[in-house]
């Protein structure tokens, strides 16, 4: 009786351990990875920016120009993939401006937006970068665009 105990217990400690595996191995490919998608030189104040990447196409432009305490919209369209959530933050290189973060909102099928809003920086610069977010199957997609 006791021989039968200890190998039931060793089963049920294998079967813990087995399962343990494949939880942890199946929440692994689940963990988002942030992929920098190179996208050309442009500034999203003064026309439309597109990024391509696998087959799939982000535009960012803002409607209006921005200006430091002044909404302004901003527009992202996607093509050939189905975006689950787009964020931009607005960051100055080598400058602490606070968070300035904004979540997109799916306008329809292809087109997400947000109105945003700058705040005035104490030294007058107005050099901004926007980082955008884009939340596809386990990855987020960013890409950067300098603007003034």
Known sequence: MNNLVSIIFILVIFIIIYFSGRFLHKFEDTVEQ???IDSPECSPAISSCRAVFDGGEISVHFLQKPSA????????LTKNFDAAEITATFVMNNMDMGINAFSLVHQSKDAWRVKAI????SLARSDWVVELRVKYKNKILRTDYSFE
């Not at 305490?69 to 992202?76: A, Q």
């Open 34 to 36: 942030e992929v920098y």
């Open 69 to 76: 305490l002044t909404p302004f919209d901003v527009e992202l």
């Open 118 to 121: 700058l705040p005035i920086c």
